[in-house]
């Protein structure tokens, strides 16, 4: 950041604060938002996020964290970062800064996963009247159908890519012979085995949770304090209501979590459904759904072919090329390990 940017960041930043800022950090991160870490001089120090204006389907991220946080903040969760202030006009919000480092998977341990788990249980024990207060998730799965009907979208933004290159070729091969055989594959198992049920019928509001959606390790701080973890959970731009099994399995097949270790995917797993008062056929869901949301998640590597995308990577960087290649492998990788169970 330029010495002229950072003293206009710093002008329009001011109104924002009592105190007089002393100076502003731009913090490098790999999300689509800015992030500057505020520096007070009575000692304080905020972070300010200023939300990208480009929303998926219309989606508000920064309207809908701020709520999200503000509302788990004044219920007593304290394992998040507190929320100052929000302008709805410049989309940006002003948090408490906290300190931390995300976990390498080589990192995470026992305790990590009791951790996560024991956040995650603490917010979908939140009852009816709380989840009244929101609005389904982004991208929510509240019947059987809607996982199929997110396939169906994500393979839609796709199906149309024309490739420019040999890497390009290969992707279009990939999507021809492996990717679409492999849909129509599962959907016709998915509707087999979901012959008998009213698979556009919602879920109970007592079975659905309240859930930050992009959950994972890629968005938990742990800060060490006295030789002892402390916890940050952040990222609660697609918040809202979901199935629970939606949000388990998306923590399992994240891209973000494929060198988490299978014990510890399992382990995850289990001490959920120990720690909640689940119905008795949440199991037979996850199991039905394992592979559909795999999938989902080979489809997410490949959002890179979509028309929107390839014109927000040619807009940033000169090539298209190694973002392609490099998603391309991680599509074929997670093709080959579709489900867990």
Known sequence: MSIDEGKENLDVSQKYFESKILSIEKLEHKGNNQLFKI????NETFLLKKYSKIHMGGWERGKTEFKALSHLWNLGFKEIPQPISFDENENLAIYSYEKGKILKPEEITKEDIDKAVDFLVKLHNLDNENKRMFSPASSACLCPKEYINVI?????????????????KKARKFLDKKVIPKIEELKKDFFSKTKDMDIEKEIPIGEQVLTPADFGFHNILVNLNSGKKEYKFLDFEYFG????????????HHAKSVNLSLKFKKYFIDSYIEKRNLSENFIERLKLLDSIIGMTWVLIRLNVLSKEQLEHIKFAQSSTRGIIEERLAGAENKLNELSLF
């Open 39 to 42: 520096f007070l001089d009575n």
């Open 152 to 168: 169906d979208m994500r393979i839609s933004k796709i199906i149309n890519y024309e490739p420019e290159d040999n890497v390009g």
């Open 241 to 252: 209501r979901d199935d629970p099994v939606r949000q388990i399995l998306d923590f399992i």
